[in-house]
């Protein structure tokens, strides 16, 4: 019971990362009263990324210093539904964020924009290769959007964050250097691309020799000094090595400190309230709207009622889900039936990747960006033929390298021995010698991988822990499979001295231990059917017409890609229709 | 890191330690910054591990790291100072992570960590029974031992064959985990003594700027590693 209850406000946008800054910088425009609230600390680059003390791989990149903390919220997590879910007691495969900026903070910054048969997955698949290819139990779905509709929203996404990168294809005519296989952009990126590490040449000139087509990654990390439309300047990146799991000290990658904050929290009709957990969302008896949100206010110890006309959940996709599920927003999800929305189709990133190692070869490892490299998009989602090689899905292919921080990136060559004389004396020998081609690929959504509350573990506040019930599939498997074969064949024509390979293979079941990615998504997922969706294509709530779910928890099935350029782009987009239509006349869009 | 009530404070030679000399070499040695030598590892009062756990974990970290070979080893560089502040502190502790019941610690290790032990408490419980399991199976205890015995112990410690309770299989892992943080830790968390180990890898520590040296391919960076408290290898 809400110990306060807080003046009115039009909206309240719960959590201050990515998707609420962009919220809050567009709807402030409209001179509405905004509030956010954020459960973590507040954090700006100076004094908590400032040169020195963030160059601390312990405390940032193996204790997690910027990250959410387990015992304050984490889930539990099983294979399938016979098994028992148990808790994810400390991070490992994932690392969602917590504080002003989130995981925007401490990403790496790759800035993709999906494929066009992506975003309409489901009818590409029917129409080219037929219903019956899809394997039983494989739920995949349309978004709702196509990606001419987006175009524009990425656009101002990219020219918001100051990419790095070269255009493949503006408006049909496919630029040379480029990304031959993007869909059509209207401009190329608003900064050039980053310079080239050694390994990311030497996969550009290898791939080159097998006929594909490298390009830069696109980058997050500036590559020059850039204002961006709100006034936000960025200053060029030094590569300095300690960039995703760190926020930059150089003003370089984008992040809704550098890109967003300081010009928002000039505007007088925003405002942000740091320590504040948003336990629910409140609904109107007659259960059409939301009447506000009740959140702990961790420095008083109060649980406050904040009445809203407007609610936008932007607490990263797991916490989405969970509090839709708190809240009794949606009707959650069944996999014995198929029935339910709230937590249907969860899915992850399918990755893998081959180590290089030369003796003659000195790559400077501690030399890095976030997200510097050459990528090819060859074995991409639209350029795979799915009847013939057997499975759904694709992966973009990068040679390239983020930092050399020798707790979590050194690596020694298969062989090894673990610990004593045989480790130490490789890890000296091969520390700067090590390169890798990695393949980021997609992760098809089925029946049975989705999250609910769990029965058995409870968090600080006795409310029931978000349970993710979810396995590595075969279809998935085969993909990576696949992109092993490629980039071995790359990798040997390079002439390494030693090779290892690691990919989820015949077998690989879901291991929660190693980091993989922190590319969660689905559970609240947008489409054109509120029976298998829980947000239309405006991401707004079937149920409840003022609330606005933004996201990776949006996803129908994972991309190839990262998360962040889509789900930026579709906070600009749903932004843009609350303005121009839901403001004037709130009701269901759709 | 905190300073426990009626010890000296070693904070003041974890912050402001002392540069090598001999890893100077590459840089005009006037520019280096010492600060004098820490008092030598025999010296040092644990502020967590028992004076028996201690000489454990000294002896394991000798054999994890030895000195033998190229490369400084983990006494060298004070690993095991390294490991007792950390578990003296939020790591050892586990103040950051899920604790609370039911527990299932011999549940699939696919699905992570699932003691009701800290891991600082796994150390505690652990170091005497795998001391037990030495006298048992070597006849002495593990600081005893010979080197190529020690290392047979270890490997069966690693590979499970030690009957360890559940709630203690995470231990060689983290021993094995922290003794590698100790040894390429930032030196202010105690270890990585006058930046021995980012000198030997090569790794140039809290620089964090190469603008002009990421197109210099295949080239030797030349400045030697530096701390986050400005010490310099
Ligand atoms: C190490 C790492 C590397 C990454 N690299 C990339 C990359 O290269 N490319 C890419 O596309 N993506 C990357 N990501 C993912 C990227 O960070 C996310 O996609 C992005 O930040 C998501 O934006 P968001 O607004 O949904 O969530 P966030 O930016 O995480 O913001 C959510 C905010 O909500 C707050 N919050 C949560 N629950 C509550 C609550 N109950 N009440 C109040 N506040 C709450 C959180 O504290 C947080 O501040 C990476 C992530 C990590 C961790
Ligand atoms: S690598 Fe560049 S963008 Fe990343 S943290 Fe360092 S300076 Fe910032």
Redesign the interface.
């Known amino acids: 019971m809400a110990t306060r209850t807080d003046p009115k406000k039009d909206v309240v946008i719960l959590g201050l990362g990515w998707t609420g800054s962009i919220l809050g910088m567009e709807l402030a425009q409209e001179g509405l009263e905004i509030l956010a609230l954020e459960r973590g600390e507040d954090r700006n680059t100076v004094p908590d990324f400032q040169?020195?003390?963030v160059?601390?791989?312990?405390k940032y990149g193996?204790?997690?210093g910027f990250m959410q903390?387990?015992?304050k919220m984490?889930l539990t997590?099983?294979?399938n539904t016979e098994?028992?879910a148990?808790?994810?007691?400390?991070l490992?495969s994932f690392l969602p964020g917590d504080g002003v900026g989130g995981a925007g903070i401490h990403w790496n910054g790759h800035t993709w924009r999906t494929q066009d048969v992506e975003l309409r997955l489901k009818s590409y698949v029917e129409e080219t290769f037929g219903a019956d290819i899809i394997p039983e139990g494989m739920q995949i779905q349309d978004w709702g959007v196509t990606q001419e509709e987006l175009e524009p929203y990425y656009d101002r996404l990219e020219y918001m964050m100051g990419i790095s990168g070269k255009a493949g294809n503006i408006n049909g005519e496919i630029q040379e250097g480029g990304n031959p296989f993007e869909a059509p952009r209207a401009r190329d990126y608003p900064n050039p691309p980053?310079?080239?590490?050694?390994d990311a040449?030497l996969f550009a000139d290898a791939a080159r020799k097998f006929g594909y087509h490298p390009f830069p990654r696109p980058a997050a990390n500036a590559s020059r000094a850039y204002t961006n439309e709100y006034g936000m300047q960025l200053g060029?990146?030094?590569?300095?090595?300690?960039c995703e799991r760190f926020g930059c000290?150089n003003y370089s990658k984008a992040s809704p400190q550098t890109c967003i904050l300081d010009a928002l929290k000039q505007k007088p009709n925003f405002s942000y309230k740091t320590h504040a957990e948003v336990l629910k969302i409140e609904k109107a008896a007659d259960g059409k709207t939301a009447t506000g949100v009740t959140y702990f206010d961790e420095k008083t110890g109060d649980e406050v009622f904040q009445p809203a006309d407007l609610v936008l959940v932007c607490t990263y996709s797991l916490n989405n889900v969970h509090l839709l599920l708190l809240s009794g927003i949606g009707q959650p999800y069944d996999p014995a039936t198929g029935e339910g929305v709230v937590g249907r189709n969860y899915s992850y990133q399918m990755t893998g990747g081959t180590a290089l190692f030369f003796k003659d070869?000195?790559?400077?490892p501690?030399?890095g960006t976030g997200s510097?490299g050459m990528s090819i998009d060859d074995f991409s989602i639209s350029q795979i033929d799915f009847a013939e090689e057997g499975f759904i899905g694709g992966s973009y292919i990068t040679g390239g390298h983020t930092g050399?921080?020798?707790?979590q990136q050194?690596s020694t060559p298969p062989g090894t021995p673990?610990?004593?004389?045989g480790?130490?004396?490789a890890?000296?020998?091969w520390?700067?010698c090590k390169m890798s081609i990695g393949s980021h690929g997609s992760n098809m959504s089925y029946r049975d991988c989705y999250l609910d509350l769990d029965p058995?573990?409870?968090d600080r506040h006795g409310r029931p822990l978000m349970r993710m019930t979810f396995n590595w599939k075969d279809n998935d498997i085969k993909m990576t499979q696949f992109m092993k074969g490629k980039i071995e064949e790359v990798a040997k024509s390079m002439n390494p001295d030693k090779m290892a390979s690691g990919f989820k293979h015949d077998g690989s079941?879901?291991?929660?231990?190693p980091y993989q990615s922190t590319h969660n998504v689905g559970g609240a997922i947008m489409g054109t059917d509120p029976k298998t969706s829980v947000i239309n294509r405006y991401l707004q709530s079937w149920d409840c017409h003022n609330v606005f779910v933004m996201g990776a928890s949006a996803y129908p099935q994972n991309t190839q890609y990262n998360p962040t350029g889509p789900l930026g782009a579709l906070a600009y987009w749903a932004a843009d229709a609350i303005r121009k239509d839901y403001l004037k006349n709130p009701r269901p869009l759709m | 890191m905190t300073d426990i009530p009626g010890r000296v404070s070693r904070r003041g030679f974890l912050m402001g330690s002392a540069a090598s000399a001999a890893y100077a070499t590459l840089m005009n040695p006037s520019l280096s910054y010492a600060q004098g030598e820490l008092p030598p590892l025999e010296e040092y009062e644990p502020v967590y591990f028992t004076a028996d756990e201690w000489r454990f974990v000294m002896a394991a970290c000798d054999r994890l790291i030895p000195a033998e070979g190229d490369g400084p080893g983990a006494l060298e560089t004070r690993v095991p100072v390294f490991i007792d502040l950390q578990m003296a502190g939020s790591f050892g502790d586990a103040s950051d992570w899920y604790m609370a019941g039911p527990h299932q610690p011999d549940a699939d290790p696919l699905l992570g960590f699932q003691s009701p032990l800290t891991p600082a408490q796994i150390y505690r419980q652990a170091i005497p029974a795998f001391q037990e399991w030495c006298q048992t199976t070597h006849g002495d205890a593990f600081e005893n031992l010979d080197s190529a015995t020690k290392d047979k112990a270890l490997t069966s410690l690693q590979k499970g064959d030690v009957a360890l309770a559940p709630e203690l299989r995470d231990f060689f892992s983290f021993l094995l985990q922290n003794t590698k943080e100790g040894y390429f830790a930032d030196p202010k968390y105690g270890g990585n003594y006058q930046l021995k180990a980012w000198a030997y890898i090569g790794f140039p520590g809290a620089r964090a700027a190469y603008t002009e040296w990421v197109t210099r391919h295949n080239q030797t960076y030349p400045l030697p590693a530096l701390s986050i408290s400005g010490e310099r290898a």
């Open positions: 040169y020195p003390g160059i601390d791989e312990l193996i204790r997690y903390k387990p015992t984490t997590v099983r294979h098994q028992t148990l808790p994810y007691r400390h490992g980053l310079d080239n590490t050694y040449e060029p990146c030094n590569y300095c090595g300690f000290l070869k000195n790559f400077n501690f030399i510097v050399g921080r020798p707790i050194l673990s610990w004593g004389q480790w130490k004396e890890a000296g020998q520390y700067a058995t573990y409870t079941q879901y291991d929660v231990r």
